[in-house]
């Protein structure tokens, strides 16, 4: 199962979509959240990566995927939901690409929060 799969069509970021979730909230309040948390998942996966531990990579991937998805980042939890799904199952991980994808997906969505603070920091300096 490649968990990157028809992922593209995607939105990276839906603020509407986290509008809706967190009944109104900032969104400035849960990027910069997610942004110091960010770091932690990445150190997580590496070391998940470096055990093989299909329960660990099931267990972060729902997590990452359920934050991920209330904060609107539908590519991001898509692939997280994916890794989880192939993680619970008895198919064969290919542990480097499988956390390289998991990387990459954090890596740009990361770059979209950062992007979407700033564009909202000058709205409001308007």
């Not at 932690?40 to 099931?58: D, F, K, M, P, T």
């Amino acid at each position: 199962m490649d968990a990157t799969a028809n992922v593209n069509i995607l939105p990276i970021l839906d603020l509407e979509d986290f509008r809706y979730r967190s009944n109104g909230a900032d969104f400035s309040e849960f990027g910069a959240l997610a942004l110091s948390l960010l770091p932690q998942w990445r150190e997580q996966l590496a070391s998940v990566a470096q055990h093989q531990n299909r329960s660990e990579l099931a267990n972060l991937s729902h997590s990452i995927c359920g934050a991920l998805s209330t904060l609107g980042a539908k590519r991001a939890s898509q692939i997280f939901s994916r890794l989880e799904e192939l993680a619970r199952s008895i198919e064969p991980i290919t542990w480097t690409s499988a956390i390289e994808n998991a990387q990459s997906s954090l890596d740009y969505t990361e770059d979209t929060i950062r992007n979407a603070l700033f564009s909202l920091h000058e709205q409001k300096s308007l």
